[in-house]
């Protein structure tokens, strides 16, 4: 049995300087919604839920119990929090500190591992300093040669680590076939993962970015006085966050937790990148894009709206929607049909927040996402029992 192993304070505190960065990047969003203010904010966040996902992972293997490795985990909020600050003008003026602490960012979280595994860690610190210095690079640039270089950043944060495995595992002589074919995997080289930890703390990390969403409610009125129709909006807004929030604290969480939980601990990582790094990724930026939307539509609820609110609206929740999906397939979660159609049905409001009013906008996509979930309850009412009588079986 797995010794129980939970969140500390100091990773919910992390994860809190964390989440400024998110918060920045709606602010971003919310000043230019337009494809290319929406390609910096993915590619940003892309680079900078990278590490966060190390340091997940980190924390999971490594705990922070021990005063050197409280110290640099503070040491690494600090520098998420310069890269946080810098995120609006990471493409312009604010580039170089924007690299300065993410390089700052990498080699702490490569000096925390050597802490519990020593050189063995290098294999993936290297690239990842290799991706910190290119994008520090770019913040010498401007315009193509920046896009360039924040791509190959990319590249090297996808690519090379996998490439560094395969080449491991095919450069290994033959009387070495079987003990090199054990390492080959990060899981491999630094231990299985908590499965316990790793989804309360991801589950943590979400809730923390729905608050956004309602911060950006409160940003969005300003100094408007509050009337009848900003605080039907604002419930409206508040209602379509608490349906994401169901579709994936009600009905997912605890069944990630039980698959995890059921897989054997070292192989693990790959299933966690798959759910908690590429699904969680559009969850993560569908929620900023939804709150983006709401900062610039809950002032203006009686009017039309323009293309680009009304489309991170219904994009932010569609785009949150296909990563719940992928989360779903991942973990082999079902049924995924209400929500696949909730996702298409969320984009079809954008011409009707256009062509009447974000008001009605927000309307039709709370009644979208209850019906997904009504359907949901309906259908799929026996697994729902199961789950309880378990439940209450094992209490």
């Known amino acids: 049995m797995e010794t129980p192993h939970r969140v500390s304070t100091l990773e919910l505190f992390f994860d809190l ?4 960065t998110i918060t920045q990047l709606t602010v971003l969003l919310a000043d230019d919604i337009s494809f290319r203010g929406a390609g910096q904010v993915l590619v940003i966040f892309t680079v900078l839920f990278w590490m966060y996902g190390g340091y997940a992972h980190l924390t999971n293997q490594v705990p922070p119990d021990r005063t050197v490795r409280r110290v640099l985990l503070i040491l690494a909020m600090g520098a998420f929090l310069v890269c946080a600050l810098a995120v609006p003008t990471a493409f312009g003026a604010g580039g170089v500190a924007f690299g300065l602490g993410y390089v700052f960012v990498v080699l702490v979280h490569s000096a925390l591992y050597t802490q519990a595994h020593g050189t063995g860690v290098l294999w993936f610190a290297l ?11 770019a913040g010498f640039f401007d315009g193509p040669p920046a896009w360039g270089l924040w791509m190959l950043a990319l590249l090297i944060q996808f690519v090379v680590p996998q490439l560094v495995q395969r080449v491991a595992a095919s450069g290994a002589a033959p009387a070495e076939a079987a003990s090199a074919a054990a390492v080959t995997t990060v899981s491999d080289q630094l231990g299985g993962m908590s499965a316990e930890h790793l989804v309360e703390r991801h589950g943590l990390l979400l809730i923390i970015v729905f608050g956004e969403s309602v911060i950006a409610i409160g940003i969005g009125t300003g100094s408007l006085p509050l009337s009848v129709g900003i605080a039907g909006g604002a419930f409206l807004a508040l209602a379509i966050a608490s349906a994401l929030w169901w579709m994936y604290f009600v009905r997912d969480e605890g069944r990630a937790e039980e698959v995890f939980a059921e897989t054997a601990p070292e192989k693990r990582f790959k299933l966690a990148m798959l759910a908690y790094y590429y699904a969680f990724l559009p969850m993560l930026l569908g929620i900023a894009a939804f709150a983006a939307g709401v900062k610039k539509t809950i002032g203006h609820l009686g009017e039309h709206l323009h293309t680009g609110p009304a489309l ?9 929607l296909a990563g719940d999906l992928a989360f779903r397939a991942v973990l082999g979660i079902g049924p995924a049909r209400f929500r696949a159609a909730a996702m298409l049905l969320a984009l079809a409001t954008v011409p009707l927040g256009a062509a009447t009013a974000g008001l009605w906008q927000l309307l039709a996509l709370v009644v979208v996402l209850l019906a997904a979930l009504g359907a949901e309850a309906r259908r799929a009412p026996a697994a729902s029992a199961e789950r309880a009588q378990a439940a209450t079986g094992s209490g």
């Open 127 to 137: 690239p990842n300093l290799l991706c910190a210095l290119s994008v520090l690079a």
């Open 17 to 20: 300087v964390f989440v400024f």
């Open 312 to 320: 991170a609206l219904a994009g932010g929740v569609a785009v949150y």
